[in-house]
């Protein structure tokens, strides 16, 4: 991992934050991703110990705890709202939910349908102002559509890389002819082998964008969990998300935290209910086991083909690491599910012939999860809770509107260096 340039150490006291290791509470310049000395996440500290809010749309509302200084022109942002019908069928007096998608009745307008474009638009904010001139992002689906999208609107460089037979997932839901854009869709890959592509992309002020280790991908989903506190008056007693590697729910963990140290948002951090689709399910499997690691074994590339929701399925996450996903689970006593495929379609179609929207498979996985807790009696019927629908409205957005291609460069999965480097060149 490279960090991006820009300012120096010598900044970390000044603006509305500062970047703190986890483990050796090490301060460091604020673009960092990594502690050079330790195996840990860094986590924004911000000075504002109140959460006041700002005038602005979507998710920068809650600009005081992002770590940027500036914002891009967006009005995507997480809604929350309390579920009549889904909830009477489960039974549940108390149930929130936060939606991140195309939905205009409830004032959700995420038009690449995923909490990623959250993710996008303080990630590029971030790498603006840190003078990153190219960001490169691997990705098969939400991710890569969320930040091309966006690259545009921040004016700075995205290169999605992808494989090519997931290229029609990269798609925008406006005509934009924008010079920031970029797409290279990787011929005979699968995602692995396209990040193995990526990785040889070496090039001056192009940079991989960190994934959960980048502050600005945690604290942007965070606003999940803010927006849900100010909806309801206090934070929920239980959190329901389906999860890839989990940047989102650690995400969601620490601005939990900041809202417990706020004080008037209540006394406990809520409970993490975390869901992985079977038969990929590495972290689902370390955690009933106790473990703090990820076994190779357990995240094996032929289970992703298997799964349902495939786009949750990430081979290397955030788990072990200082501040990551154990971390998040043991400190709030959270749970994992491990959810069948037809589980999930179950839950689909129940949520949506009841709320009245599509979702995506990802968030399936996450009502899944939410019925089995039912089921199972982990949670109580009067308990506040809150699922988080990940994804949505994407049916709906393709009926009601056009949506447009990017045309890909396109590069062999054992593209020599020198071709690499050629198309490249051209971007
Ligand atoms: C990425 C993604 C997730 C998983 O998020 P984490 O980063 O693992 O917390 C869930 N749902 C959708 C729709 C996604 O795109
Ligand atoms: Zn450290």
Redesign the pocket.
């Known amino acids: 991992m490279t960090r991006a340039p820009g300012r120096k150490a010598q900044d970390e006291n000044m603006g509305k934050f500062r970047l703190k290791c986890v483990e050796c509470g090490g301060l460091k310049e604020r673009c960092a991703l990594t502690c050079e000395k330790c195996d840990s996440l860094l986590r924004a500290e911000y000075y504002q110990k109140r959460l006041t809010l700002k005038e602005l749309s979507g998710i920068w509302r809650f600009h005081e705890w992002l770590p940027v200084d500036g914002y891009v022109d967006s009005c995507a942002g997480p809604i929350t709202y309390k579920s009549r019908e889904f909830a009477r069928e489960l039974g549940l007096k108390n149930l929130y939910i936060s939606f991140s998608g195309y939905w205009p009745e409830k004032g959700a307008f995420v038009q690449t349908c995923?909490?990623?474009e959250y993710e996008a638009l303080v990630s590029l904010q971030r790498a603006r102002e840190c003078g990153v001139k190219t960001l490169i992002v691997c990705s098969s689906?939400?991710?890569g559509r969320g930040f091309a999208y966006v690259a545009e609107k921040a004016k700075v460089h995205v290169l999605v890389v992808v494989p090519e037979k997931n290229v029609d997932r990269i798609w925008l839901p406006e005509t934009i002819e924008s010079p920031y854009v970029h797409l290279l869709a990787v011929r005979g890959a699968d995602y692995f082998e396209a990040v193995t592509l990526a990785n040889k992309i070496e090039k001056e002020g192009f940079f991989q964008e960190g994934g959960a280790k980048n502050v600005a991908r945690r604290d942007a989903?965070g606003t999940v969990m803010l927006d849900a506190a100010i909806k309801i008056g206090e934070m929920p007693k239980h959190y329901f998300?389906?999860?890839?590697?989990?940047?989102?729910?650690i995400g969601v963990w620490e601005m939990a935290k900041r809202l417990l140290a706020d004080g008037r948002f209540g006394k406990h951090l809520p409970k993490l209910h975390l869901a992985q689709n079977i038969p990929f399910v590495p972290i689902y499997k370390a955690w009933i086991e106790k473990r703090n690691y990820i076994k190779e074994e357990d995240a094996k590339k032929e289970y992703v083909r298997e799964m349902y929701a495939n786009?949750?399925s990430?081979r290397n996450p955030p788990y072990s690491i200082r501040g990551g996903t154990w971390d998040a689970l043991t400190e709030t006593r959270g749970e994992m599910y491990a959810i069948e495929g037809n589980e999930a379609i179950d839950a689909k179609n129940i949520f949506e012939k009841l709320e009245g929207i599509d979702i995506?498979p990802?968030?399936a996985v996450g009502v899944a999860s939410l019925i089995s807790a039912v089921e199972k009696e982990k949670i109580d019927k009067k308990d506040v809770t809150l699922l988080n629908v990940?994804?949505g409205g994407m049916e709906r957005l393709k009926k009601e509107r056009e949506t447009f291609k990017l045309k890909p460069e396109i590069l062999k999965k054992d593209a020599s260096n020198a071709s690499i480097r050629e198309v490249i060149d051209r971007i």
């Open positions: 995923a909490f990623k689906g939400n991710t989903l998300q389906p999860i890839s590697g989990g940047a989102g729910a786009v949750i990430n995506v990802a968030a990940t994804g």
